[in-house]
């Protein structure tokens, strides 16, 4: 039946060879209008299996949330310069930008920026917002602004709060108050300290003190004071994977125009969006490089060693048109590519120009013999053409077989790369041998000599080279096999030692904004972009969800309505407290500090501040918690440690007997007095908090435009990257607060434990389906057995030499082990078809043939998988590794497993 079938193709190439071409023409422009359609989308989400509960979570967060997509503006400088830089592009973003892609067009892309808190909100509920733990600790702060009560009282709550506790560190939560604490009580001192040196200040500056002392910071700044993040709500999200491009881009360009006007300012985009425009953008570009180099580098190679340049560039050209039709075929069954499922142009590059190698070596070899073309083309065929059709056949069904898997990344690879290469290969057979043809004739046309044509003189091709090892391999098969099972054990044992990558960072493209910024949020704000999303369907249901997960180690922030909306029993319990606190402070003036005695308790209240300090500082040492040791040291300095602070500078003040300190003092408490006590009388109020009555902002921040839906924001308490130990901690617990826990974390978590159960399925099922196969072609069992051998032993060889190397198995290159049973079989299928059909005693022709035409595929399918080493995106690189490895493995145990089994099967048979 093949037989009749490349018989006929034969005959219409040699025949109609114009009719072929205008075939193959109607049928890539139609394939490329289909290809045309192809969307791309950076979501990982969407490589989980269709209806996974994360991914029906997640899409549903995207669709339903502004906040969940969302753009980081790291902004790292002077403190000052960062906080005007803040204050300048906010505006900006908000008005229409052009449009990157079209400069003629202004656009709005801004909802809204998010940079400093909503300081009216909480000046109007303050203390209502107020834990009533924290009340109880910290209300007699607020009931009498003068200087010497205020030191004192903040040194009562200081001690009740953080000294008399053993809890006062004990979460996220209640450090960052601390810390908040502390920076105003520091700016505070500050302060009191210019005005004691007889500096003039501005009145906003002594209102920013008493702001920060009651208020907190304002900005979104970090703990060291250099950075700043904005928040960017834009007008679109992930899901527009063109938009988010294009407003990505826009936004970009704003940052670059302002920072032209904030010299020794550096700003940048981090966050969902940049992070899945870049992985777009760069993963395509990367591909489009490496594919063109790919291409050449192939090329070059052919022409090398085909010592012709016709042939290799019919071949490369047989194999874009064969990427066409792949391409259009992929685009009705997978419109949408995600960035694992991109690559298959990559792997059908390497595999396909295979096909093509097989044809021109086997043309070449026909017409060298002296066979005349129609000949040529058709013992080409019928030698050569079982083989691919068997090799393609078997790698189609290896790569089908990955549609077992539940992950929508392997099974949609699987699925487009079988039909891909299947493309390739109809095109391989129909085009190919018809540009061929069409060659030899015009060459015959065009050489004539003494009025005839010439002949093409016979040329060998072959690599002798590889005839004479097949022959001495084959000679020596003891020698062979054992050393073949030695080997295929060191690397067994070698392969089982590799280990696993989880850190998802290492896929990601090296020294891009978006990437190193994360790491600068991590080190500056101690903050993972890696969070979570619970959903609520109640403000109720968001506050316990909320309260349970602060309840793990494992999180560090819980982020939800409730911060700004208590529920009225809270509020109630409140109320009393701050009931309390506007008494006390309505009734009370403005004092002059009028004698030595008043200053003298001012002296001791600072020092006892100071002592209250270092005693934080002693428990922030013992438990660990840096930010609050060292925020401690450069208030109070340390016990080594020299360095000037604000209160050996405010101690050297007062001490020195400076006639106008208690002038200075009560200039001190004059200029922010009334400013304290109206702040603290705002705060105190008990007008009940709605949900109707929250600023916008907030609302949008964690509801949905129909207010029934709340999100809950959940950040890791450590790198999730860095231990996988942690990442399943953190994960495992998301599920026991939700089981619609979702966000990136829990994603790529499920994406690696899906993968990998795939790939082991895919593996077993691959090398199943590829026995059966060969079994079918060759009905020869032992036959099959053969073509297995080296196949699997690749597999093993390249899994203990990436671990030799020091490389280890990832998310993206774990693929690479179903793959490689698909690519690697043809080696081995070509061999011993050629071997079948030449006969016993034909092992220096096979290998010098067939030998060359394995080692060019292999070597140009390495060219093209190395290529990927080369991609900006580092997930591709370390498939291409993998790919490039095992290819390499799977050739090498060809030409040195077979020879030693023919020999032994001949040996056998005499």
């Known amino acids: 039946m093949r037989e009749k079938i490349l018989r006929k193709l034969a005959q219409l190439q040699t025949n109609h060879p114009r009719k072929m071409l205008i075939f193959v023409i109607a049928v890539t422009i139609i394939c490329i209008i289909l290809a045309s359609r192809i969307q791309i989308t950076p979501k990982w989400s969407d490589m989980l299996p269709k209806g996974d509960k994360r991914t029906v979570e997640f899409d549903r967060i995207l669709d339903e949330f502004v906040s969940a997509s969302s753009l980081i503006i790291v902004v790292q400088g002077e403190e000052d310069k960062i906080k005007a830089f803040a204050d300048a592009i906010a505006p900006k973003l908000l008005a229409p930008i052009i449009n990157p892609k079209n400069k003629t067009e202004e656009k709005i892309y801004v909802r809204r920026v998010n940079y400093k808190q909503d300081v009216d909100f909480i000046r109007n509920h303050g203390f209502a917002l107020t834990k009533e733990s924290d009340l109880k600790n910290m209300q007699d702060i607020f009931q009498d602004p003068n200087l010497v009560p205020l030191l004192t009282n903040i040194n009562n709550s200081f001690e009740k709060e953080y000294i008399e506790t053993d809890k006062s560190l004990s979460s996220r939560e209640k450090e960052d108050g601390a810390y908040q604490f502390l920076n105003g009580i520091e700016n505070w001192l500050e302060v009191m300290e210019s005005y004691l040196s007889g500096e003039e200040l501005p009145q906003k500056k002594v209102y920013s003190a008493v702001d920060k002392l009651l208020v907190g910071e304002p900005y ?9 993040i904005l928040n960017v709500i834009p007008n679109f999200s992930m899901m527009d994977a063109n938009l988010m491009v294009e407003g990505t881009d826009a936004v970009q360009s704003v940052v670059t125009e302002t920072l032209n006007d904030f010299p020794g300012v550096q700003a940048g985009l981090t966050g969902t969006i940049p992070m899945g425009r870049d992985e777009m953008v760069y993963g395509t570009e990367g591909l489009a490089y490496t594919s063109i180099i790919s291409l050449i580098a192939i090329g070059i190679l052919l022409i090398i060693s085909f010592r012709m340049w016709v042939a290799p560039i ?57 066979y005349s073309t129609a000949k040529a083309t058709e013992e ?30 392997m099974s949609e690879m699987g699925l487009i790369a079988g039909i891909g290469l299947l493309a390739v290969v109809a095109v391989t057979f129909i085009l190919l041998p018809t540009l061929l043809v069409i060659r030899e004739r015009r060459r015959e046309k065009h050489i004539i000599k003494k009025g005839t044509i010439q002949k093409a003189k016979p040329k060998d091709i072959s690599f002798i080279f590889l005839g004479q090892i097949g022959v001495v ?84 922030v819980v ?139 907030i609302v949008d921040r964690y509801a949905n435009e129909d207010r029934n839906l709340f999100l809950i924001t959940v950040l890791p308490a450590d790198n999730i990257w860095q231990d996988a130990r942690f990442l399943y901690r953190f994960t495992d617990d998301l599920d026991k607060i939700s089981e619609r826990a979702t966000g990136f974390p829990p994603v790529f978590r499920a994406l690696i434990d899906v993968i990998g159960r795939d790939g082991r399925n895919a593996a077993i099922l691959t090398i199943i389906v590829v026995f059966i196969l060969l079994l079918i072609d060759f009905r020869n069992v032992g036959h099959a057995l053969m073509a297995m051998i080296p196949l699997l032993m690749g597999m093993v060889w390249m899994v203990g030499i990436m671990q030799i190397i020091g490389r280890q198995l990832d998310i993206m290159n774990i693929m690479a082990i179903p793959l490689i049973l698909g690519i690697g079989i043809d080696d081995g299928v070509h061999i011993i ?36 080493i080369f991609s900006l995106w580092r997930g591709y690189g370390s498939l291409g590794t993998a790919l490039l490895i095992g290819v390499g493995a799977c050739f090498i145990t060809t030409v040195f497993i077979l020879p030693g089994i023919i020999g032994w099967i001949e040996r056998k048979r005499e």
């Open 559 to 697: 982020e939800d309505i409730s911060l700004s909306l208590p529920s009225p029993g809270e509020q109630k319990k409140r109320n009393p407290y701050i009931e309390e606190i506007r008494r006390f402070i309505s009734g009370t003036e403005c004092k002059n500090l009028l004698s030595e005695k008043e200053l003298n308790v001012l002296k001791q209240e600072l020092e006892r501040l100071k002592m209250n300090i270092i005693e934080m500082q002693d428990l922030a040492f013992t438990g660990g918690q840096d930010k609050i040791d060292r925020k401690c040291g450069e208030i109070v300095g340390y016990a080594e440690s020299e360095n000037s602070t604000v209160f050996r500078r405010l101690e050297s003040i007062l001490n020195r007997g400076d006639k106008n300190i208690l002038s200075r003092l009560n200039s001190f408490q004059k200029n922010y007095f009334h400013y304290f006590k109206d702040n603290v009388l705002q705060m105190a109020n008990t007008d009940p908090i709605l949900l109707e009555n929250l600023p916008a902002p």
């Open 473 to 556: 391999l084959k000679e020596r098969y003891i020698f062979t096999i054992i050393g073949a099972i030695i080997v295929t054990a060191l690397l067994s044992w070698s392969a089982s030692k590799i280990t696993f990558n989880y850190n998802y960072m290492d896929m990601e493209p090296e020294g891009i904004p978006s990437i190193t910024l994360q790491d600068t949020v991590l080190d500056k704000f101690d903050l993972s972009m890696d969070f979570a999303y619970l959903v609520a369907e109640s403000v109720e249901e968001s506050r316990q969800l909320a309260e349970v997960a602060r309840d793990y180690s494992s999180i560090a």
């Open 220 to 228: 979104f700044i970090s703990y060291d004071r250099k950075a700043l």
């Open 380 to 409: 080409c065929l019928l030698k050569f053409g079982k083989g691919i059709m068997t090799g393609a056949l078997t790698t189609a069904c290896a790569f089908f077989a990955l549609m077992i898997g539940e992950s929508r990344a």
């Open 314 to 370: 019919l071949a490369l050209l047989n194999l874009v048109v064969g990427l066409i039709w792949a391409a259009g075929l992929s685009a009705i069954f997978v419109p949408v590519l995600n960035i694992m499922t991109l690559m298959f142009f990559v792997i059908l590059i390497g595999l396909g120009i295979d096909f093509s190698i097989h044809i021109i070596a086997g043309f070449t070899e026909m017409r060298s013999l002296g």
């Open 833 to 868: 078809h050629r071997w079948r059909r030449e006969g016993r005693g034909s092992v220096k022709t096979v290998f010098a043939s067939t030998g060359k035409a394995i080692l060019l595929t292999s070597l140009t399918t390495m060219l093209a998988f190395g290529s990927l």
